[in-house]
């Protein structure tokens, strides 16, 4: 089984800190997701990645930064935290190559709450 | 637009009492439909996929169908431990690159 793995469950910050999420999947797979999840407005793409050191943007990445450094791990960052960015962060991730209707594996999810 | 649109919003049953949640799409290019389900604060497990219009999938109580316009996810004597959110997402072609579009999901609550 895929294996998605967050670092935190919880996390409480204040206004203006840098935030790190980590995410990191044990699958070997090419593409890395990031998602924000707030109630009534489903899922929201972020960022996304389809291989090491590169980065797309997704539909809302204003405030948001990403980092691939190694294949496994997908890496979001806030710059300066604020609150309207308290909300549910779900990584996921898919298979790359000629696999491109896989579905998404998600993980348990950050949920960030930001005073 | 590309859309993905489930309903109802909010379903409560009786133990054993079938239903289903509907998710009909607006996409381009469909590569594939998949249902999930999320627990409260959990992040969505993967179900099914569907590839194309005719096919259908089963797991357990689970049975998810495909048209051209929308999925139907049958829930067949349901148990309380059935009770979560269910996720509709479509993959498609968008802006030169492959996208997954989902729904705002289906809150199943299914009372012993």
């Known amino acids: 089984d895929v294996k998605v793995t967050q670092s935190s469950r919880y996390l409480v910050k204040r206004t203006g800190e840098k935030v790190f999420l980590e995410c990191v999947q044990d699958?070997?797979?090419?593409?890395m997701f990031w998602y924000r999840q707030d109630p009534g407005l489903g899922l929201r793409l972020i960022y996304f990645?389809?291989?090491?050191?590169?980065?797309e943007k997704g539909d809302i990445p204003e405030g948001y930064s990403v980092s691939r450094e190694k294949k496994e791990r997908f890496s979001l960052i806030l710059e300066s935290a604020s609150t309207n960015q308290t909300s549910m962060y779900l990584c996921?991730?898919?298979?790359?190559?000629?696999?491109?209707?896989?579905?998404?594996?998600f993980g348990n999810g950050t949920r960030l709450t930001v005073t | 637009e590309d859309q993905v649109t489930q309903s109802p919003e909010a379903l409560r049953l009786q133990e054993g009492e079938s239903s289903s949640l509907n998710c009909s799409y607006t996409?381009?290019?469909?590569?594939?439909l998949f249902w999930y389900r999320q627990d409260p604060g959990k992040g969505p497990e993967f179900l099914f996929t569907?590839?194309?219009a005719g096919e259908e999938k089963e797991k357990e109580r689970l049975k998810a169908t495909l048209t051209k316009k929308e999925s139907f996810l049958h829930i067949t004597a349901p148990k309380p431990e059935d009770s979560a959110t269910y996720l509709c997402?479509?993959?498609?072609?968008?802006?030169?690159?492959?996208?997954?579009?989902f729904g705002t999901g289906t809150r199943l609550k299914v009372l012993a």
């Open positions: 996921a991730s898919s298979p790359g190559g000629g696999s491109y209707n896989s579905p998404l594996h």
């Open positions: 699958m070997d797979h090419e593409n």
């Open positions: 990645s389809y291989d090491v050191k590169m980065k």
């Open positions: 996409v381009s290019g469909l590569r594939g």
């Open positions: 569907l590839y194309s």
């Open positions: 997402a479509v993959q498609a072609w968008a802006s030169g690159t492959y996208k997954y579009i």
